[in-house]
Nanobody, 123 residues
Framework: QVQFVESGGGLVQPGGSLRLSCVASGTSFRFYGAAWYRQIPGKERERVAAMMASTGSIDYGDFVKGRFTISSDAKNTVSLQMDSLELEDTATYYC?????????????????WGQGTQVTVSS
């Protein structure tokens, strides 16, 4: 059974930082890429960052603007360092295994989203 467990969210002021972590079980980021997504209630889930450790390929959403850094041990953990957080970053953040497809990334286990970790940016 594939599972993703996210942690590290919290309440932070604008301009602050958080580091999110995710542990995967039942699969490995050695075989797949690793990605972070986020979702605001009532909106579609959007990809924040994705990486393929074996190739060094990394993509960020346009809204990241150099503020976030994704990293992975290429085994079963992936992290997201988030700096200069903005109010608009408030969301629930999820990790997922992905595979690169042309210029995009496909979700490998669409039925295995974790509970996510809540990030709230507020003054």
């Amino acid at each position: 059974q594939v599972q993703f467990v996210e942690s590290g969210g919290g309440l932070v002021q604008p301009g602050g930082s958080l580091r999110l972590s995710c542990v995967a079980s039942g699969t490995s980021f050695r075989f797949y890429g690793a990605a972070w997504y986020r979702q605001i209630p009532g909106k579609e889930r959007e990809r924040v960052a994705a990486m393929m450790a074996s190739t060094g390929s990394i993509d960020y959403g346009d809204f990241v603007k150099g503020r976030f850094t994704i990293s992975s041990d290429a085994k079963n953990t992936v992290s997201l360092q988030m700096d200069s957080l903005e109010l608009e970053d408030t969301a629930t953040y999820y990790c997922m295994a992905v595979r690169p497809v042309l210029r995009d990334w496909d979700v490998v286990f669409p039925g295995s989203w974790g509970q996510g970790t809540q990030v709230t940016v507020s003054s």
